[in-house]
């Protein structure tokens, strides 16, 4: 009796007033698509290249290829995360890619991380979850909240960003200083133990 290997994946589309209020926030680019975007995890497949082991459900290894497949791009594929899109020249040429990525498996070379982004690619840049790591619905106004935030961070001089880290800087120096120097003057006897005389 053959094994048949059955994924189940929860999958959302993304709501069309999310996807409208990232488009306001963040424009279109070059090709007419919005700049930013949110999809959820498990509907986020990217192209990974390399020897795969498909395995049934006692764990028994049914086949080994080395092959490009289109697997969850992020470990975290049960929550909403917001990308923004990279032109393709960040990449470099379609030769330095290749170079870069292409791996060697038993004499065959495979491109590892798929082929060319061509038409640029959305990289991350936002998960939505608690700093405890639960989940975060995805709404209009989170969406734009954070598209926003970072628009604002890439439109701010660089030089504004490095004198504000330090200050930063200077400040914690400042406070560390103070703070050791009051600690070894607590530690110091009075007087460095010296006998002393009060006069009235």
């Given amino acids: 009796m053959q094994s048949r290997i059955q994924v189940l994946r ?20 070059r090709f007419g698509e919005p700049n930013y ?10 192209w990974i290249g390399g020897r795969f082991e498909d395995r049934d459900e006692h764990g ?12 969850p791009k992020y470990s975290a594929v049960d929550r909403w995360h917001i990308e923004r899109w990279v032109p393709p020249e960040v990449y470099g040429s379609p030769r330095t890619w290749y170079a870069q990525t292409n791996e060697i498996i038993n004499g065959r ?9 061509s038409r640029g690619e959305y990289e991350h840049c936002f998960t939505l979850e608690t700093p405890q790591g639960e989940f975060v ?11 926003t935030a970072i628009e ?10 490095r004198e504000k880290l330090y200050d930063r800087e200077a400040r914690e120096d400042r406070a560390y ?10 530690a110091t006897p009075a007087f460095h133990k010296q006998p002393f005389v009060m006069i009235p």
């Fill in 109 to 117: 070379t495979i491109a590892a991380l798929g082929p060319y982004p």
């Fill in 37 to 46: 975007r949110a999809v959820w995890g498990w509907n986020r497949l990217a």
């Fill in 60 to 71: 028994v290894l049914l086949r080994e290829r080395i092959e490009l497949r289109k697997e």
């Fill in 10 to 29: 929860e999958t959302h589309e993304t709501p069309e007033r999310v996807a409208r209020r990232l488009e306001l926030a963040g424009g279109r680019n």
């Fill in 177 to 186: 200083e103070n703070w050791a120097f009051d600690l070894l003057d607590d």
């Fill in 152 to 161: 604002r961070a890439r439109c701010k001089p660089l030089s504004q960003s």
């Fill in 137 to 147: 619905q995805l709404t209009p106004t989170i969406a734009e909240y954070v598209a």
